[in-house]
């Protein structure tokens, strides 16, 4: 007969291998949760009216032969929180409010679902069997690179149009809501602002938002690469400018910049905010948008996002751009000579960053 403590260590042995079957199966959530949205079940169960719930059966095609194969995908999403299942026969689901991020409400149409389609690309997901490369060789190319014969991200984005679509989708899907939460909690901080420049502001979009909301900012210079800014539309109040941001930034009251630090190593950080530091005027800050990672490793969501976002930068734009804490990111600003640092959480997954000089 066992002893007591033989058998809670046998159970706490048994829970501990039950875990790891759970990790390593874990690729099921995210290639249920591509197939669902391939298969336009949020749109379908929010279309029904009411966020009605819906069986398999009613989520596909009349006559489908065997629609349990589209519940076993709901019941794993709906163990994840995707989904609510209510039950009875046959089984019936409902979105929940993580499932209905993949609903679009914003005035693009984009969602959080084209960000899951953008990130489960094959192009993608080829880079990461080659995770292990990147520890070995951290200065040689990305695992992305590595996948697709030396080409980076985007420089692949670039030359597959569907691949930059999806990709541009994808921010803007996420980016909606976040600027929206911006203007709503940051509106204050672009007091004295006349002139803004967004880099790294792509078609224009968010500089577009900011001042539709802030009627105090009369010019906008959005900033981007020559070819990007070359495919902007025109906007009101807007001037596309391209150029390098290595090189030199356009002057402004005050800078923008979205997801732009992320990618790039700790000395590119710093030579970008150093441009951005000699385009302004004394007082004049940089308002940077970046995900911040908490310093210390816990088991939450918050920690659980950011930190895997931060391995997904590292396998597939670039193996030493990163996600920071707040103090690596107010020692980047400080090498850049702003004197001035605060960081504002606004949003459960980016932050703000304000820069002064």
């Not at 989520?59 to 994840?80: I, M, N, Y």
């Not at 026969?89 to 409902?94: I, L």
């Not at 968010?206 to 959005?222: A, D, H, P, S, V």
């Not at 751009?321 to 606004?346: D, H, M, P, T, V």
């Amino acid at each position: 007969m066992k002893e007591e403590g033989e058998v809670s260590s046998a159970a706490a042995a048994a829970e501990a291998r039950l875990a790891m079957m759970e990790l390593a199966n874990m690729m099921a959530v995210p290639m249920a949760l591509n197939a669902v949205i391939r298969l336009g079940v949020p749109e379908a169960i929010w279309a029904a009216g009411e966020n009605a719930p819906l069986s398999a059966a009613e989520l596909l095609p009349a006559g489908h032969p065997d629609p349990t194969v589209l519940e076993r995908l709901l019941r794993v999403l709906a163990s994840r929180g995707v989904f609510s299942e209510h039950g009875g026969s046959p089984r019936r689901y409902a979105l929940t409010a993580v499932g209905r991020t993949l609903v679009a409400t914003g005035p693009s149409g984009a969602s959080y679902a084209d960000y899951v389609l953008q990130h489960h690309q094959d192009a993608l997901v080829a880079a990461w069997p080659r995770l292990h490369e990147a520890v070995l060789d951290p200065t040689g190319p990305e695992p992305f690179a590595r996948a697709h014969g030396g080409v980076p991200a985007y420089a692949y984005y670039g030359k597959d149009r569907e691949a930059n679509e999806a990709m541009l989708r994808a921010m803007t899907g996420v980016s909606e809501p976040f600027m929206e939460a911006l203007l709503d909690g940051y509106a204050g901080g672009f007091d004295g602002v006349a002139t803004l420049v967004d880099v790294g502001g792509s078609s224009g979009a968010c500089l577009q938002m900011i001042m539709r909301r802030i009627g105090t900012i009369k010019e906008g210079i959005n900033f981007d690469l020559p070819d990007v800014v070359a495919a902007a539309p025109p906007i009101a109040g807007v001037s596309h400018v391209g150029g390098d941001m290595f090189k030199s930034i356009p002057s402004g009251d005050a800078i923008f910049m979205k997801w732009v630090l992320t990618t790039w190593t700790n000395d590119e950080c710093t030579a970008i905010l150093k441009n951005c530091y000699n385009a302004l005027p004394d007082g004049g800050k940089v308002i940077a948008c970046e995900p911040v990672v908490p310093d210390q490793t816990d088991s939450s969501v918050r920690t659980r996002a950011l930190l895997e976002n931060d391995i997904f930068v590292m396998t597939t734009y670039r193996t030493q751009g990163r996600e920071r804490s707040e103090e690596e990111f107010r020692q980047l600003g400080l090498a850049a000579g702003f004197s001035g640092f605060k960081a504002i959480y606004l949003d459960p997954f980016y932050a703000v960053l304000e820069y002064t000089k």
